[in-house]
């Protein structure tokens, strides 16, 4: 089971931090991800990281701008997301696969958080 938290209202140019904690004690065997959907869009990829070398992927998005981290002894991952844009806004999926590897397609991931809301204004 996995609960993202974090969300909320933020302007331009700030920050959150995303994070998604996990149930159960393979949470180190599984490669996590973050997606978002904005009103309207499908649900995109933004970043994963893996369980077996801790190796990240980010979308050329939000490149520069957000990180992807990962405390295996708190069963937790986390989004740290700096320089927020409006465009960024979105309901923000935390998701997990037991692949090795940081797939970007969401049906690649098994197991799905239920989302947290962001929304930054200009």
């Known amino acids: 089971q996995l609960q993202a938290s974090g969300g909320g209202l933020v302007q331009a140019g700030g920050s959150l931090r995303l994070s998604c904690a996990a149930s159960?004690?393979?949470?180190?065997?599984?490669?996590m991800g973050w997606f978002r959907q904005a009103p309207g869009k499908e649900r995109e990829f933004v970043a994963a990281i893996t369980w077996t070398n801790g190796s990240t992927k980010v979308a050329d998005s939000v490149k520069g701008r957000f990180t992807i981290s990962r405390d295996n002894a708190k069963n937790t991952v986390y989004l740290q997301m700096n320089s927020l844009k409006p465009e960024d806004t979105a309901v923000y999926y935390c998701?997990?696969?037991?692949?090795?590897?940081?797939?970007?397609?969401?049906?690649?991931?098994?197991?799905w958080g239920q989302g947290t809301q962001v929304t930054v204004s200009s």
């Open positions: 998701a997990a696969t037991t692949s090795a590897y940081y797939y970007t397609s969401r049906s690649r991931y098994d197991y």
């Open positions: 159960g004690r393979a949470f180190s065997s599984y490669t």
